[in-house]
C-alpha cells in the first residue's frame, strides 16, 4: 500500500511537472508570446533590451522628422504634409520589418530626398507631383523585383571580402554621418574636409557625449546607448544647445500630399523612364550594402554569409516605397542608424515595431523629439561606426585581387556619401583585377553583368 502511495505521488508530481512545462511552452502571458513570435530567446536577448534597442534606433533616425519635410518643402510641399507622410511611410515599413522579425529601422533616404528636390524638381523644373509619381512607380517595380528574386540573387553573388568591406565601409560612413551632425567635422577651405570648430557648443556637446557613452558601455549599464542619447541631451540644456520647442502644434496634415500624381502624358516618357532608373539603381545597391552591414552586425548572417529572409527585408522598402509616393515623401530605405539599436542589443522584430510605435507617436509629438539635439545623436553614431569597421579584421588584404577591392569599398563609401558608389567601385575594380590576373573562375555570370551595367550608367547616365 505504501509502495503503491509513492508510486501516485511520483506520478502527481511528473504530471505537474509536464503540465508547468507545457504552460511555458504554449506561451501563456503576453511576454512569453513576444518571445516565442519574435525568438527573442532564441537569439539571445531579452524583452527589456529589445525595447532600449528599438528606443535607440527611434532617437537617432528622428532627425529624418525634422529634415527630410524640410527639404521637401523647398519644391513647394506643405511642411506639415510631409511631415506626416515622412513619419507614416518609416512606421509602415518598420513595422514590416517587424512582422518579418528583422530588427531593423525604414524611413525615406535622405540620398534619394536629395535627388528628388536638387535634380528632379529644382534641377529638372519638373513639380513636385511629378516626383511624387516617380516614387511610386519606383516602389512597384521594387516590388517586381523582389518578389520575383531578382534582388536576393544579388545578395548571393557578392564575395565574401566585399560583403565585409560593406560592413566596414558603412562603419566609417556612419561615424562620419556622426563627426559632421556633431560639428567635429566640417567642409574645409582648400581641402575637402578639416576639423570643425572644438569652442563650437555644438563640437564639444558631441565630445562629451562619446565619453558619456563610452563611459557607460565600459560599464556594461542597460540601455547604455540610449541613455547616453539622453543624458547628453540634458547636458545640452545648459550649453545652449538643446532647445524647448517654440511651437507645440501637433496636429498632423496629409489632405495636401496624399495621392498627388501626374497623369499619363507626363509618365510615359523617356525623361520620367530615367528618374525612375535612377531611384531603382541607388535603391537597390544602398539597401543591398546596408542590409549586409546591419545583418553582420546583427549576427543574422549564414554560414554562406548571406542574410535567410533577405526577400522580406526587401519587400519592407518596396512596399514602404510604395506608401510614400502615395503618400507625399521620398523613396524609403533601410536606415544605418539601425546598427546603433543592434549595438544596443537588439536582435528580432521587436526592436523594430518599437520604432515603428515611436515614429506613430511622433505624429502627435512631434516638438518633443525633434528637441534632441544632433549632437545627442550624434556620438551613438560614431561609436557604432567604431563596433562596425571591426569586420575589416575579417578580409583577405593578402591576395591583392581582393584587398584592392575591398579597400576601395571602405574607403569610398564614406568619401562619396554614398553606399550604393561604394559597390559600384569594388565590384568593378573586383571584376577588372580577377579578368587581368587570369582568375576567371571568381567572376560569376551575374557579376560580370553588373560590371558592365555599372560601366554604362557611368558612360552614359
Not at 365 to 389: D, H, Q
Not at 417 to 444: H, P, Q
Request: proline share 3%.
Amino acid at each position: 500500500m505504501e509502495k503503491c502511495r509513492k508510486i501516485k505521488n511520483k506520478y502527481r508530481r511528473v504530471v505537474m511537472e509536464e503540465d508547468l512545462e507545457l504552460v511555458r511552452d504554449e506561451g501563456l502571458g503576453s511576454k512569453s508570446k513576444l518571445d516565442r513570435y519574435f525568438k527573442i530567446s532564441e537569439r539571445g536577448s531579452d524583452v527589456k533590451t529589445e525595447l532600449f534597442a528599438g528606443l535607440t534606433t527611434f532617437m537617432t533616425m528622428a532627425y529624418i522628422l525634422a529634415v527630410i519635410p524640410g527639404t521637401l518643402s523647398k519644391t513647394g510641399i506643405p511642411f506639415s504634409g510631409a511631415f506626416a507622410a515622412t513619419a507614416l511611410s518609416s512606421a509602415i515599413a518598420t513595422s514590416l520589418a517587424a512582422l518579418f522579425n528583422f530588427p531593423f529601422g525604414l524611413g525615406p533616404s535622405l540620398g534619394m530626398n536629395a535627388f528628388f528636390v536638387f535634380s528632379v524638381v529644382l534641377g529638372q523644373g519638373h513639380s513636385w507631383q511629378y516626383a511624387l509619381t516617380a516614387v511610386a512607380i519606383s516602389g512597384v517595380c521594387l516590388l517586381i523585383l523582389t518578389v520575383t528574386r531578382v534582388r536576393e540573387k544579388l545578395f548571393d553573388v557578392i564575395p565574401f571580402n566585399i560583403k565585409m568591406a560593406m560592413i566596414a565601409g558603412i562603419g566609417l560612413f556612419i561615424a562620419l554621418i556622426g563627426l559632421v551632425s556633431g560639428g567635429i567635422v566640417v567642409a574645409g577651405q582648400g581641402t575637402v574636409v578639416t576639423l570643425g570648430n572644438l569652442k563650437d557648443p555644438r563640437a564639444v556637446l558631441t565630445l562629451v557625449g562619446v565619453f558619456l557613452t563610452g563611459s557607460l558601455m565600459y560599464k556594461n549599464i542597460k540601455g547604455s546607448m540610449f541613455w547616453g542619447i539622453i543624458g547628453t541631451a540634458i547636458i545640452g540644456f545648459f550649453m545652449g544647445v538643446t532647445k524647448l520647442p517654440t511651437s507645440w502644434q501637433v496636429i498632423p496634415d496629409l489632405k495636401s500630399t496624399v495621392f498627388q500624381f501626374v497623369g499619363m502624358d507626363e509618365i510615359l516618357t523617356p525623361n520620367m523612364a530615367l528618374v525612375v532608373f535612377t531611384f531603382l539603381f541607388v535603391a537597390i545597391f544602398d539597401t543591398v550594402g546596408t542590409l549586409i552591414g546591419l545583418g553582420g552586425k546583427a549576427n543574422l548572417l549564414d554560414e554562406n554569409d548571406n542574410l535567410p529572409g533577405v526577400t522580406k527585408a526587401c519587400l519592407c522598402d518596396s512596399i514602404g516605397t510604395i506608401m510614400a509616393g502615395f503618400l507625399g515623401t521620398s523613396l524609403v530605405g533601410t536606415f544605418v542608424e539601425s546598427a546603433s539599436g543592434i549595438a544596443e542589443g537588439g536582435k528580432t522584430g521587436l526592436t523594430a515595431l518599437t520604432t515603428s510605435i515611436l515614429f506613430v507617436i511622433a505624429l502627435f509629438l512631434s516638438p518633443l523629439f525633434i528637441m534632441i539635439p544632433a549632437s545627442a545623436t550624434a556620438p551613438v553614431l560614431i561609436i557604432v561606426g567604431l563596433l562596425m569597421v571591426t569586420a575589416i579584421k575579417a578580409i583577405n588584404f593578402d591576395d591583392i585581387t581582393e584587398g584592392i577591392p575591398a579597400f576601395l569599398t571602405i574607403i569610398l563609401m564614406p568619401l562619396t556619401y554614398s553606399i550604393a558608389d561604394g559597390i559600384v567601385i569594388g565590384i568593378l575594380s573586383y571584376v577588372a583585377l580577377k579578368v587581368l590576373t587570369g582568375k576567371f573562375k571568381d567572376v560569376t555570370k551575374v557579376m560580370a553583368v553588373l560590371a558592365i551595367l555599372f560601366v554604362v550608367k557611368i558612360m552614359f547616365i
